[in-house]
C-alpha cells in the first residue's frame, strides 16, 4: 500500500498549513494535527495545531507529515 506520508527530510510543509504529523519517540508513536511555523530567526519547528510551544519542547519530534484529508461529505 503506498503512503502518502512524507519524510520531513525530503520536504518541509508550507508555515501555517495545516498537516497531520507523525512521531516516533521512546514513549509516543502516534498521529496529531499540527503546523509548521518559522520564526523571525529563520528557524523552523512543529506546533500542535495553534499553540505557542512547540512538540520538541516537550521532547516529541515530528518525522513525517502529510495534507489533512478532505472533509468527509454523504453522498446523497
Given amino acids: 500500500m503506498e503512503s502518502n506520508w512524507i519524510d520531513i527530510n525530503d520536504r518541509l510543509p508550507d508555515p501555517g498549513e495545516y498537516v ?18 518559522i520564526d523571525a530567526d529563520g528557524n523552523g519547528a512543529f506546533y500542535h495545531c495553534d499553540d505557542d510551544v512547540s512538540y520538541a519542547t516537550f521532547g516529541v519530534f515530528v ?9 468527509y461529505r454523504r453522498e446523497e
Fill in 20 to 37: 497531520l504529523v507523525s512521531f516516533e519517540n521512546e514513549c509516543i508513536t502516534t498521529v496529531d494535527i499540527g503546523t509548521y511555523r
Fill in 63 to 71: 518525522n513525517a507529515w502529510m495534507p489533512l484529508p478532505e472533509i
